[in-house]
């Protein structure tokens, strides 16, 4: 309820376009992009230290105290079931300890998000089209903001991606159906009332996470740059899903030996058309990242869950302990 009060009042913040002034005020203005970049009171060495450093050098200092306490939890959660399970990282997918990895990806997608909005408030100094204005609060709310949700061009591409991504891993020979085991979560099974509740709570804060991050890199920084290198928005869009499919067949190698190559048969194509769609919806919603961002945590949680109701006991945050789940 919090979530939807506060996403009430969020717009979206349309890119500035090359035809005329910004279709809405620009959240620094690129002026103050401009004063900021003046400003700055770090040298650029420490740009890539730790997440949140550039925001708290330059125009974001809030959201740079924001993200450095993000990745700061995520550091103490990997440690911590680092500890608590030892040889878990090592595992990997392919040994059953995914979830010891699920915090040390947070880390990484943190890292990416400081990076590209560090990018990108320096291609709004530099009065540049095409270049995201949302606010980091505005992306984190926007997969709950009605704003958002509401829209036609968001709904139903939304609605219509998760349908056959659930569809689409039935085909290929996912478990269909509801299992009545308790969730591994962590390495633990708590009854089902728990775990779900710990399971959907790390679901959103994951992939809240991987949605921000892929987009403001895929499309914010990727899309919208080779739109103006090459002065089409369908060229831009075009060759920015072919590299965001292609980004994705290096997933391959976290899986088992014997799943990577129907992965990348079948997985990466279906993947980059999850891309290209994404990515067709942020050029007509004017190049914000709220609707991109909202497609893609909804993706997630529902293909991912659906997953995770067939077989509680092998999910993306299940650690094997004692050699069985």
Do not use: K
Not at 99 to 107: E, K, Q, R, S, T
Not at 292 to 299: D, G, K, S
Request: net charge negative; hydrophobic share 50%; aromatic share 10%.
């Amino acid at each position: 309820m919090a979530s939807l009060l506060a996403g009430c009042g969020v717009p979206i913040r349309q890119a500035r376009l090359p035809a005329g002034p910004s279709l809405a005020p620009p959240p620094p203005s690129a002026e103050e992009a401009r004063v900021a970049a003046a400003g700055w009171s770090c040298p650029e060495w420490v740009v890539p230290l730790f997440p949140g450093v550039p925001q708290a050098c330059g125009a974001r200092p809030g959201e740079g105290v924001a993200l450095a306490a993000v990745a700061g939890f995520d550091i103490a959660a990997g440690v911590a079931l680092a500890v608590r399970y030892p040889g878990a990282l090592a595992a990997g997918l392919d040994g059953g300890g995914a979830g010891a990895l699920v915090p040390w990806i947070g880390l990484q997608d943190v890292w990416g998000y400081s990076l590209a909005r560090h990018a990108m408030d320096g291609q709004l100094a530099a009065g540049l089209p095409y270049v995201p204005q949302d606010r980091l609060g505005e992306l984190v709310f926007a997969p709950f903001n009605p704003r958002v949700l509401v829209r036609p061009a968001v709904v139903v591409p939304t609605l219509a991606l998760a349908a056959a991504g659930v569809a689409y891993g039935v085909a290929l020979g996912d478990p269909t159906g509801f299992s009545a085991a308790r969730p591994n979560v962590f390495g633990a099974s708590p009854p089902p009332g728990v775990g779900w509740t710990v399971y959907g709570a790390s679901a959103v804060v994951l992939f809240e996470h991987v949605a921000i991050a892929e987009e403001a890199i895929f499309r914010g920084l990727l899309q919208s740059g080779l739109v103006r290198g090459t002065r089409s928005e369908v060229g831009g869009w075009a060759l920015g899903t072919v590299v965001f499919g292609a980004s994705h067949s290096l997933n391959a190698l976290l899986l088992p030996p014997d799943e990577r190559a129907q992965y990348l048969v079948y997985g990466v194509p279906f993947i980059t058309a999850v891309g290209g769609v994404i990515g067709g919806v942020y050029a007509v919603e004017g190049y914000s990242l709220a609707p991109p961002v909202a497609m893609h945590f909804w993706y997630d949680v529902v293909v991912s869950g659906a997953a995770a109701v067939a077989v509680p006991g092998d999910t993306l945050f299940s650690i094997r302990t004692g050699g069985a789940f």
